[in-house]
């Protein structure tokens, strides 16, 4: 079946500092989203992407739906300690719908001490 | 929170006894999932509703009912827990099955 590969499952930032991650499918997307979950809580939507090679910001958070529509990336620039937690991607299974989604395992933030 | 409310928040429970999960929202939201997360899974879709009485399976269904009798209120049950379905439970409501899913603090249930 379908899979997400998110990479990398986890990294330790300084404060300041700029993040990537991404996510890889086997199969093409129509829409790729992005969801940060902080301890406790559940997913919190960041940002969604409709269109092949669409580079999407919110804040400091950049996303990239990649040309090839099996990939995507997110860029967070000058990192500060709120942003640590766990970021997920997640695509639709069916191309015509959002009913299911499937998700990456989920890219781990951490601040260095 | 986009107006989710899920209850109970944590729950404790018995291997082979009934739990119903409940998934509350005030948005009037057409679509509301149900998904657990475990660790190294990400999210797993179990039931989802596109409509009052309408329901359907997810990826992992099995051992999970659910229903749905009106817009704001959507029950998930374990008609008889077992170990492995100690996890988070999620629920999500979306507008429309174009517009992404919002979810709520999840109900953290452990099955002894």
């Known amino acids: 079946g379908q899979q997400l590969n998110q990479s990398p499952q986890s990294m330790f930032i300084q404060e300041g500092e700029d993040v990537s991650m991404n996510c890889t499918s086997s199969?093409?997307?129509?829409?790729w989203l992005w969801y940060k979950q902080d301890p406790g809580e559940g997913p919190v939507l960041l940002i969604a992407?409709?269109?092949a090679g669409e580079l999407t910001s919110n804040g400091r958070l950049t996303a990239q739906f990649g040309i090839t529509r099996k990939d995507s990336f997110l860029n967070i620039s000058a990192s500060i300690p709120s942003d640590v937690g766990i970021y997920f991607c997640?695509?639709?299974?069916?191309?015509?719908?959002?009913?299911?989604?499937?998700w990456g395992a989920g890219t781990k933030l951490i601040i260095k001490p | 929170d986009a107006g989710i409310t899920q209850s109970p928040r944590h729950k404790v429970t018995e291997t082979g006894t009934p739990v119903t999960l409940r998934c509350h929202q005030t948005?009037?939201?057409?679509?509301m999932y149900w998904y657990r997360q475990d660790p190294g899974h990400g999210l797993r879709l179990i039931h989802y509703?596109?409509?009052?009485?309408?329901?359907d399976k997810g990826e992992v269904s099995d051992g999970y009912s659910v229903s749905r009798s009106k817009t704001e209120d959507f029950l998930l049950t374990l008609e008889s827990a077992t170990s492995s379905q100690t996890s988070v439970y999620f629920c999500?409501?979306?507008?429309?099955?174009?517009?992404?899913?919002?979810f709520g603090d999840g109900t953290r249930l452990s099955i002894l």
């Open positions: 999500a409501i979306s507008f429309s099955t174009n517009q992404p899913q919002h």
């Open positions: 948005e009037n939201h057409r679509y």
């Open positions: 509703s596109y409509g009052v009485k309408d329901t």
């Open positions: 199969s093409i997307f129509n829409t």
């Open positions: 992407l409709y269109k």
């Open positions: 997640a695509g639709p299974l069916d191309m015509d719908s959002n009913y299911q989604l499937i």
